[in-house]
Antibody, heavy 121, light 108 residues
């Protein structure tokens, strides 16, 4: 079955760190760019960060710049989101999503089920 | 930064009715990069429409997308019980990817 699976979420105190992982099954994640998108409770979706398939292009939202780092390990076919200096407003479900470039179109075609991160003292 | 505004915030309809959801961009965007997703409670978003009007694999033909420039529409021709969910539009940007705030489609 083709799917993405996130892990690594949990409850942490403000200022602490957490690392999320995104692993694919049924296909090789090494062939695709990957995004992280988060959703605070009851809120809309917020794009967080992107890494190209070869890691050559990386960019992130201003709200997490300098605190969150996206990376990937091709040997493990895994994409990571290292989250430092966590704040209460980082509390959200974090999804990884597969990036697709199809001819002239661009979109996220496959999403994981998400990993909940709660930042609370 | 492009801002996407979806309307209405909540749409109350009955099965069998037609649903029309709007997504307005703060500036003109390429329709190639306008995407619609469906999200049900406790689930991940699901790709519905890309390129403003192309249905993703496995999406029923009662779903259709249209629009250009700043105004885009998602239409569900005849609502089925499983269509009641939250719908998001997205602009796939150059270094930023913006989502609208969502339209909740609820059963009347």
């Amino acid at each position: 079955q083709v799917q993405l699976v996130e892990s690594g979420g949990g409850v942490v105190q403000p200022g602490m760190s957490l690392r999320l992982s995104c692993v694919a099954s049924g296909f090789s994640l090494n062939n695709n760019g990957v995004h992280w998108v988060r959703q605070a409770p009851g809120k809309s979706l917020e794009w967080v960060a992107f890494i190209q398939n070869d890691g050559g292009l990386i960019y992130s939202a201003d709200s997490v710049k300098g605190r969150f780092t996206i990376s990937r390990d091709h040997s493990k076919s895994t994409v990571f989101l290292q989250m430092n200096s966590l704040r209460a407003d980082d509390t959200a479900v974090y999804y990884c999503a597969r990036d697709i470039w199809l001819l002239e179109w661009r979109f996220f075609d496959l999403w994981g089920r998400g990993s909940l991160v709660t930042v609370s003292s | 930064e492009i801002v996407l505004t979806q309307s209405p915030g909540t749409l109350s309809l009955s099965p069998g009715e037609r649903a029309t959801l709007s997504c307005r961009a703060s500036q003109s965007v390429s329709s190639n990069y306008l995407v619609w997703y469906q999200q049900k409670p406790g689930q991940a978003p699901r790709l519905l429409i890309y390129g403003a009007s192309s249905r993703a694999t496995g999406i029923p033909d009662r779903f259709s997308g249209s629009g250009s420039g700043t105004d885009f529409t998602l239409t569900i021709s005849r609502l089925e019980p499983e269509d009641f969910a939250v719908y998001y539009c997205q602009h796939y940007g150059t270094s930023m990817h913006t989502f609208g705030q969502g339209t909740k489609l609820e059963i009347k």
